[in-house]
């Protein structure tokens, strides 16, 4: 008889936070739920959530209610990321605690840069294991296994940070992407290039507050990309420049189109001939399908993967507040070399091979039976 598990996650989405987190956990929970198991969600109501999603996926979810005041934290007893919480770490420890007591999880997962050991020693009372997904290595945590999938990070940056008998995966060997990543990885490597570019994806996360995408169209305004050259722009539906990018796209020389909360990223990346993306978690779906990219570094938390990716030969690095100045001339180097494209595919796409979901779910599994 095979274990069935009840799997509960917390992560938040928000216009502050952006939907990385969330997005990978339900890439998780849909793994889970292939096998056989149930899954959860809870997530405080930021402005910006993706509740609606959560369960148009399928999945139950508890809201958490966000308080209409940002409400006052001790600076000297808290994450770097505190903020994002919207509440102490304390009222939330009660309120998840509350949400717990009443699943009897198997299996808490912890995705939220605002928490630590002190919210995970709370909860704990009343889950059977925590997994916690980490990017940062920046604070304790209390759990039986921690992900970290990011390429440049090492297990021993997380010494002291967990208990001794704490399972480490570590790399974009465990990165958790959907499984037709993997489907169509074959079918994309290696991949048929033109001489020429002419099908560009730009996806610059599901908020993008602050308009990076703007900014890229413009410098693309500047470049010699001819004009029926297509320009496949991905955003979120929180994004709040969402209106600004559709009327500059209809305004613009090429063949530009806006896509909303889009399914079918994996199929996306793999008509296009590069990509103009985020250095978050997209940039292993990148690697796996052999995507050549220029990467944009849009928060500090990114910079770890975005250097590790230039410094890999992956990815060409941008910082944001350089697209204007940089990004055209990048792109015209990359019109006339495909050469550079070519050693661009061939190192992402030994980074990731797409299977990272059905290795940590086997490991958590293995776990359980001890």
Known sequence: ????????????????????????????????????HQCRFICRAHEGHLGEFIISRGFGLDLLENPATEMPVDATNVTAHAA??????????????EVLARH????LVVDHYALDARWEREVALVVGQILVIDDLADRDHEC???????????????????????IRMIGPRFALLRPEFARLRESSSPRQRNSKPQRILISLGGVDRANATGLVLTALSETILPPETELDI????????????RQQALQSQFKALVSVNVQD???????????????????????CLGLPSITVILA??????????EKKGCAILVEERNIAK?????????????????????????????????????????????
């Open 234 to 245: 991905v955003m979120g539906g929180a994004a709040p420049y969402l209106e600004e990018v």
């Open 265 to 287: 990223m994996a199929e996306r990346m793999r008509q296009a001939d590069f990509s103009i993306g985020a250095a978050g978690s997209t940039s292993w779906e990148r690697c």
């Open 84 to 97: 994002w919480l919207g509440v102490g770490w304390e009222q939330d420890a009660k309120e998840a605690l």
């Open 326 to 370: 940089d990004l055209s001339t990048i792109v015209n180097r990359l019109m006339t070399s495909s050469m550079e494209l070519e050693k661009l595919a061939n190192s992402a796409e030994n980074v990731c091979d797409g299977y990272g979901c059905a290795r940590l779910v086997t490991e958590m599994m293995r776990k359980n039976r001890l």
């Open 1 to 36: 008889m095979v274990l069935k598990l009840l799997v509960n996650f917390r992560a938040d989405a928000s216009v502050q936070i952006g939907t990385g987190h969330v997005m990978r956990c339900l890439t998780l929970a849909e793994e889970f739920r292939r096998q056989g």
């Open 104 to 107: 009897s999880a198997d299996w």
């Open 300 to 309: 500090e938390n990114q910079r770890l993967i975005g250097e590790a990716l």
């Open 144 to 166: 039986a296994v921690l992900l970290d999938q990011n390429l440049g990070r090492e297990a021993s940056d997380y010494d002291q940070r967990v208990p001794d008998e704490c």
